[in-house]
């Protein structure tokens, strides 16, 4: 049991034909976590006890013929999703020790389906961030190099992927936190549309951007994870009640004839010339399997990341004010209310998010409200309906996920805006709502690079079938950190 | 637009953070960046535009006005920094 990073489907074929048990495959996760975790930093908590009993209680399912498709496979949160029982922080001083008394419902959905967690990914704290430099517990390290960032937010479940240590975890994405450090990581990250999966149990960030996400080895990995948390929940009004569709059957569909829109802007000043070029030779591939390359425009791509960061810090003030010292999270001493709220925040919570909090205030405050936060929610429908105009002329939209590949940790900490550019490409998805992934599609000076594909609201299915194919043809998907396969 | 210390002191103060007066500077600087590059949105025409507060249309769904919670208050208060008798405990706030 040493072959590294097997995808869900072989664990799943495995366990289906009786050649390994639950038990052996999350024993293994746990070894290559405790080997490779003090080094890596992608792991806040591992929960071993409860990681063996769910993988007994899910081998003994399978004695009983009473086996899913994912019962037995390991896999991590990411620690923004709370676990019953298990400590669940954000990678933030302000819940350090803060144990959820209930499931999110992703969480509950999947240990329902039989999967084991074996513990909870690091993150940019409260998921603010695009390096995971913002975390109280340290940054995780890329796994292709040391010296560079996985990406954030979600980079622990990013690198946890990339090194071998699970073969899938969640994420979260408000305005590229799966896609980006998937593409910096050489993983496939998912954002499903928004109201796809439920966000109940899922710590608020922005709320009207966030969405849970799945980040694999392979878009079937994906599909086959998004059918079980995908649905309407009862417990978040925005999840949609629309039917969830067969994802697998979905995989196969020819892209022959269908027709992929790549925007001109995408490759104008900002976007490294060899990562254009691995994005030029994965739209090659799609010409190969009979797929149409059409150009189309954003004219107002760069109004993105500004609108976002109005609506995205407007939001995340409002959803953090309810840190306060008074019924969770960290409490600092003090004689009055007043300081009791003010010094338990400023103390809870790190520099990005009190940055944030602060300009999400100013955005919302008297005098400032129609100026910024009504323009950029007007900007933010002007990006939707581009986008929207796009998708009358081609299924699908293509191109890269991030400018650059993974930059040295520390390179753009002084300067938030340069920090903020790393979101470029990623949060027009979150603006519209679109699902988008992001692939691996090359290599850049020996570190991965990302095609990102953009689809239409609830067209998730299109999304992971495009990118399905995309890696039957292709083996960038398989390249792993040092070279291991 | 410029952001002043008096700005940054008002806007913590509605945000309820304390900040120290040795990082009030950093915040000048670093906030007014982040304003700056927000300002960018003023050359976009969206006159014609209604604000977009959300990615789908979708009206509030409604259920049927049961109770389908439990009480779960002393579980809840497990998280609580300080509690007495079911209640939560803050400085006084009333003379």
Same mark, same amino acid.
């Given at each position: 049991?040493?072959?590294?990073?097997?995808? %869900?489907?072989?664990?799943?074929?495995?366990?289906?034909?009786?050649?390994?048990?639950?038990?052996?495959?999350?024993?293994?996760?746990?070894?290559?976590?405790?080997?490779?975790? $003090?080094?890596? @930093?992608?792991?806040?908590?591992?929960?071993?006890?409860?990681?063996?009993?769910?993988?007994?209680?899910? !081998?003994?399912?399978?004695?009983?013929?009473?086996?899913? /498709?994912?019962?037995?496979?390991?896999?991590?949160?990411?620690?923004?999703?709370?676990?019953?029982?298990?400590?669940?922080?954000?990678?933030?001083?302000?819940?350090?020790?803060?144990?959820?008394?209930?499931? *999110?419902?992703?969480?509950?959905?999947?240990?329902?389906?039989?999967?084991?967690? +074996?513990?909870?990914? @690091?993150?940019?704290?409260?998921?603010?961030?695009?390096?995971?430099?913002? #975390?109280?517990?340290? /940054?995780?390290? @890329?796994?292709?190099?040391?010296?560079?960032?996985?990406?954030?937010?979600?980079?622990?479940? *990013?690198?946890?992927?990339?090194?071998?240590? %699970?073969?899938?975890?969640?994420?979260?994405?408000?305005?590229?936190?799966?896609?980006?450090?998937?593409?910096?990581?050489? =993983?496939?990250?998912?954002?499903?549309?928004?109201?796809?999966?439920?966000?109940?149990?899922?710590?608020?960030?922005? #709320?009207?951007?966030?969405?849970?996400?799945?980040?694999?080895?392979?878009?079937?990995?994906?599909?086959?994870?998004?059918?079980?948390?995908?649905?309407?929940?009862?417990?978040?009004?925005?999840?949609?009640?629309?039917?969830?569709?067969?994802?697998?059957?979905?995989?196969?569909?020819?892209?022959?004839?269908?027709?992929?829109? +790549?925007?001109?802007?995408?490759?104008?000043?900002?976007?490294?010339?060899?990562?254009?070029?691995?994005?030029?030779?994965?739209?090659?591939?799609?010409?190969?399997?009979?797929?149409?390359?059409?150009?189309?425009?954003?004219?107002?791509?760069? &109004? *993105?990341?500004?609108?976002?960061?109005?609506?995205? $810090?407007?939001?995340?003030?409002?959803?953090?004010?309810?840190?306060?010292?008074?019924?969770?999270?960290?409490?600092?001493?003090?004689?009055?209310?007043?300081?009791?709220?003010?010094?338990?925040?400023?103390?809870?919570?790190?520099?990005?998010?009190?940055?944030? =909090?602060?300009?999400?205030?100013?955005?919302? #405050?008297?005098?400032?409200?129609?100026?910024?936060?009504?323009?950029?929610?007007? %900007?933010?429908?002007?990006?939707?309906? !581009?986008?929207?105009?796009?998708?009358?002329?081609?299924?699908?939209?293509?191109?890269?996920?991030?400018?650059?590949?993974?930059?040295?940790?520390?390179?753009?900490?002084?300067?938030?805006?340069?920090?903020?550019?790393?979101?470029?490409?990623?949060?027009?998805?979150?603006?519209?709502?679109?699902?988008?992934?992001?692939?691996?599609?090359?290599?850049?000076?020996?570190?991965?690079?990302? &095609?990102?594909?953009?689809?239409?609201?609830?067209?998730?299915?299109?999304?992971?079938?495009?990118?399905?194919?995309?890696?039957?043809?292709?083996?960038?998907?398989?390249?792993?950190?040092?070279?291991?396969? | 637009?410029?952001?002043?210390?008096?700005?940054?002191?008002? %806007?913590?103060?509605?945000?309820? &953070?304390?900040?120290? /007066?040795?990082?009030?500077?950093?915040?000048?600087?670093?906030?007014?960046?982040?304003?700056?590059?927000?300002?960018?949105?003023?050359?976009?025409?969206?006159?014609?535009?209604? /604000?977009?507060?959300?990615?789908?249309?979708?009206?509030?769904?409604?259920?049927?006005?049961?109770?389908?919670?439990?009480?779960?208050?002393?579980?809840?208060?497990?998280?609580?920094?300080?509690?007495?008798?079911?209640?939560?405990?803050?400085?006084?706030?009333?003379?």
């Amino acid at each position: 049991m040493s072959d590294s990073r097997l995808t %869900v489907m072989e664990m799943a074929r495995r366990l289906q034909a009786g050649e390994v048990s639950s038990r052996e495959l999350t024993a293994d996760c746990l070894s290559r976590i405790q080997a490779q975790n $003090p080094a890596l @930093n992608a792991f806040i908590a591992v929960s071993e006890a409860e990681a063996l009993a769910a993988a007994d209680a899910a !081998d003994a399912r399978r004695r009983a013929g009473d086996a899913g /498709p994912l019962t037995g496979i390991p896999m991590a949160h990411k620690d923004i999703f709370c676990t019953a029982g298990v400590a669940t922080t954000c990678a933030s001083r302000m819940l350090e020790g803060f144990v959820p008394p209930y499931d *999110a419902t992703v969480v509950a959905r999947l240990a329902a389906a039989g999967v084991v967690c +074996v513990g909870k990914t @690091n993150m940019d704290e409260f998921a603010m961030g695009s390096s995971n430099e913002t #975390s109280y517990f340290g /940054p995780v390290l @890329n796994p292709w190099d040391h010296a560079r960032s996985p990406g954030g937010s979600s980079g622990g479940s *990013a690198a946890a992927v990339a090194a071998g240590l %699970v073969p899938l975890a969640t994420g979260t994405d408000t305005g590229g936190s799966v896609r980006q450090p998937a593409a910096l990581c050489g =993983i496939t990250g998912f954002k499903p549309s928004y109201g796809r999966v439920s966000r109940y149990g899922m710590i608020a960030f922005a #709320s009207s951007l966030d969405q849970a996400g799945l980040m694999a080895l392979t878009a079937a990995d994906i599909a086959a994870f998004l059918q079980v948390i995908a649905g309407a929940d009862e417990r978040d009004s925005t999840c949609a009640d629309t039917p969830v569709p067969d994802y697998a059957a979905a995989l196969e569909t020819a892209v022959t004839g269908k027709t992929i829109g +790549v925007p001109g802007e995408y490759f104008d000043a900002g976007l490294d010339p060899d990562y254009a070029a691995a994005v030029n030779a994965a739209l090659d591939i799609y010409r190969e399997l009979g797929a149409t390359i059409k150009p189309v425009s954003l004219p107002n791509l760069a &109004l *993105a990341v500004p609108a976002y960061y109005v609506v995205c $810090p407007a939001e995340a003030s409002s959803n953090l004010a309810r840190f306060d010292g008074v019924r969770f999270g960290h409490r600092a001493a003090a004689d009055d209310i007043e300081s009791l709220y003010k010094r338990s925040r400023s103390e809870g919570f790190g520099e990005e998010v009190q940055r944030r =909090i602060m300009t999400g205030t100013y955005v919302l #405050s008297a005098g400032y409200y129609d100026a910024y936060y009504l323009k950029a929610q007007r %900007v933010r429908q002007l990006i939707s309906d !581009d986008l929207q105009r796009c998708f009358e002329d081609v299924d699908i939209i293509a191109g890269p996920t991030t400018p650059t590949p993974a930059f040295e940790l520390g390179a753009k900490t002084s300067d938030p805006v340069q920090m903020y550019l790393n979101d470029t490409y990623t949060v027009s998805a979150n603006l519209a709502g679109l699902p988008a992934i992001s692939l691996p599609c090359g290599l850049v000076g020996g570190l991965p690079a990302g &095609l990102q594909l953009i689809g239409p609201h609830m067209a998730d299915a299109t999304v992971l079938n495009f990118a399905h194919v995309y890696q039957q043809a292709t083996e960038w998907h398989l390249q792993a950190p040092g070279g291991a396969a | 637009m410029t952001i002043t210390r008096t700005d940054i002191e008002y %806007v913590a103060h509605l945000a309820r &953070l304390e900040i120290d /007066p040795a990082e009030l500077d950093g915040y000048v600087s670093k906030l007014g960046r982040i304003m700056d590059f927000i300002d960018t949105l003023e050359q976009a025409d969206t006159d014609s535009l209604q /604000p977009m507060a959300h990615p789908q249309e979708m009206a509030q769904r409604l259920r049927p006005d049961q109770v389908t919670e439990t009480d779960r208050r002393d579980e809840y208060q497990r998280n609580a920094p300080e509690t007495a008798d079911g209640l939560y405990i803050v400085p006084r706030v009333v003379e």
